[in-house]
């Protein structure tokens, strides 16, 4: 059963705002193929006494000091933005007339 | 838009009906930096320069949690009598609006950090309200958004939006309370007195100044009405981000006047969100609701679950302040005041003066005086808060001690204090530039007393024919001649004495 059609990772692509040559998209959704059908697995093995992982690590209390560090300037931050306007990030209209 | 809203009486709605409120509350907490990353959470910034991948959304970014706004969060639900969790998780809360560039809020679902709770809260009269509280969680605020080419601002119409994400993952608390059943027609009341009192255990905490004109602190009021006498819920509308106490009354009242005319006329309510409008008190409908929103909750993969010890959790709760209802409680009897006059202490926002006048080492009657009085006259005045004003409990808790000592009767002292709050100096100053002190020298007052005597001589052969009375005209004169600042008890002897009479 194919995981992951390679239009669907061309879609996927898009989302992420990622460019992909077509080459590419062959080579990725094979590989993304491969690890869908290695995670799909686990469901095959994971019953209901086994609870979910959330977290694959046994850690609990990873915190920090409340201390400020160096944030981005506003011109990194914006340097991947599609668009900007007033030192924000512009984004396209959220809902339509009423 | 323009339709308008039918509503019945306040007290026809409550003849019929019996309203059921939950009130969410979100607290801003006052962390230097914000819940999963080290960006700064200080106002007045230079859009987008409080940022990073962390709260960006990059791909690959690391949250960390903020160890102070875990503390904070566990301090808050202690206050609010609440159990803390042995173990719980954060939650992705997933949405598509361009508020979160990660396309979703960091956020707690079914595990909350502090769960169970209740908060005492006191009516204007005095009487006591217990509000039980289901939760208070840990999570992050949004950005900010502008919508441009709308009207004023509005997101409908709007062609596009800007964002500002020095606000996203700002911590914050929301506190969630059970459904508040059995207030009746103090349901408003109880609504508004249940948000002070948290702003107050909030304030008093120290975890944040839970100012709401800043958005610091915000309410979102939910609210049903049943008929009297039955025990199912009917259907809830929400109004959101009320943000004033006056307000969260207001729009309390407003809902349940709304309801009851869509309710008694065979109509019913639609489950949406509501927004309440200051200028008119009213509320129009926001976004309909009529299923829960699938905000597909999973826990956070990037974050490790919060296990506070519960030695830790000890450690918090022996460390935490006097909650205010006791503080409250506690000064009414010291002060031997009345509620009403504690109410009137607390609407004035006098509380704090007072206690920090008496802690610089006033008496309690007179730094209540001068605060009550003078204080509040002159903030009333100006349209300022007390705390606004040019003086300082310290400089308050001077001008009584120059009372007491006799060096300033009140007339002065109201002089010293005017020419404080207008910017003469400290009350020290002020009395030497004004020249300010009560004359009680009987050399430099005798030749007022001899004067008042020689000006008023029918006044003087009646004292002298035993009418001890007919003084407090002399006193007078000799107060006016003075321009008030004669020691008046010291005057009274003096003409007594003068005329050859004796007390009493």
Redesign the interface.
């Known amino acids: 059963m194919p995981g992951i059609t390679r239009e669907e990772v061309a879609h996927l692509a898009r989302l992420a705002r990622l460019e992909l040559k077509p080459e590419e998209l062959d080579h990725f959704a094979g590989q993304l193929d491969d690890i869908i059908g290695a995670v799909a697995r686990v469901s095959e093995v994971a019953d209901q006494d086994v609870p979910p992982t959330s977290h694959p690590l046994p850690l609990t209390n990873v915190m920090r000091a409340d201390e400020v560090r160096p944030s981005l300037t506003p011109e990194q931050a914006l340097s991947g933005a599609p668009a900007q306007e007033q030192q924000r990030f512009k984004v396209p209209q959220i809902l339509g007339e009423e | 838009?323009t339709t308008t809203t039918e509503l019945v009486s306040y007290e026809d709605a409550l003849a019929s009906y019996d309203p059921v409120m939950g009130l969410e509350v979100h607290v801003e907490l006052g962390?230097?930096?914000k819940m999963f990353?080290?960006?700064?959470t200080e106002l007045g910034a230079?859009?987008?320069?409080?940022?990073?991948?962390v709260c960006?959304g990059m791909?690959g970014a690391l949250p960390?949690?903020?160890?102070?706004?875990?503390e904070s969060a566990i301090r808050i639900g202690l206050a609010l009598n609440c159990s803390i969790a042995e173990?719980c998780?954060f939650a992705r809360k997933n949405y598509f609006?361009?508020d979160m560039?990660k396309n979703f809020q960091t956020s707690q679902y079914d595990e909350p950090i502090a769960f169970d709770g209740y908060l005492d809260v006191q009516l204007e009269d005095g009487e006591t309200f217990r509000v039980q509280i289901e939760r208070a969680h840990m999570e992050e605020d949004t950005g900010k958004?502008?919508?441009?080419g709308g009207a004023t601002g509005r997101?409908?119409?709007?062609?596009?939006?800007?964002?500002?994400?020095n606000r996203a993952g700002i911590p914050l608390i929301e506190i969630v309370t059970r459904p508040i059943e059995g207030a009746g027609e103090r349901a408003p009341e109880v609504a508004r007195a249940y948000v002070r009192e948290l702003r107050e255990v909030i304030r008093a905490l120290g975890v944040s100044d839970a100012r709401m004109e800043m958005g610091q602190m915000r309410c979102d009021v939910n609210l049903s009405l049943r008929p009297n006498g039955t025990e199912k819920f009917g259907t809830r509308s929400e109004t959101k981000n009320v943000n004033s106490l006056r307000s969260v009354e207001r729009a309390a009242r407003f809902e349940i006047m709304r309801h009851a005319a869509v309710l008694s006329s065979g109509g019913t309510i639609v489950q949406e969100t509501r927004h309440f409008h200051e200028d008119t008190g009213s509320t129009t409908s926001g976004r309909v609701k009529e299923e829960a929103e699938d905000y597909r909750y999973?826990?956070?993969?990037d974050?490790?679950?919060?296990?506070?010890s519960r030695e830790w959790v000890e450690e918090i709760r022996a460390a935490l302040p006097e909650m205010p209802l006791a503080r409250r409680t506690r000064l009414l009897a010291d002060w031997g005041i009345s509620a009403t006059d504690m109410q009137s202490i607390l609407n004035a926002g006098a509380l704090d003066p007072i206690v920090a006048t008496i802690d610089a080492g006033a008496d309690a009657a007179s730094a209540r005086k001068w605060w009550m009085g003078e204080l509040a006259r002159s903030a009333n005045e100006s349209g300022k808060s007390l705390d606004e004003l040019a003086i300082t409990p310290a400089q308050v808790a001077r001008v009584t001690e120059l009372v007491t000592k006799g060096d300033l009767n009140d007339k002065l002292a109201r002089q010293v204090i005017e020419g404080v709050l207008a910017g003469e100096g400290t009350p020290d100053e002020v009395v030497d530039k004004r020249g300010l002190k009560v004359v009680s020298d009987d050399s430099a007052l005798g030749t007022a007393v001899d004067e008042a005597i020689a000006a008023n001589p029918g006044v003087a052969d009646k004292i002298r024919g035993g009418k001890v009375a007919a003084a407090g005209a002399l006193v007078g004169a000799v107060m006016k001649a003075t321009r008030g600042q004669a020691d008046a008890a010291r005057v009274k002897e003096l003409i007594l004495d003068r005329l050859g009479v004796t007390e009493g």
Do not use: K
């Open positions: 838009m962390t230097r930096t990353c080290g960006c700064s230079e859009p987008n320069a409080q940022t990073c991948p960006l791909p960390v949690v903020n160890a102070t706004g875990v173990w998780r609006y361009p560039p958004s502008t919508h441009v997101i409908h119409g709007a062609s596009h939006s800007l964002l500002d994400y999973f826990p956070e993969p974050l490790v679950p919060v296990a506070p």
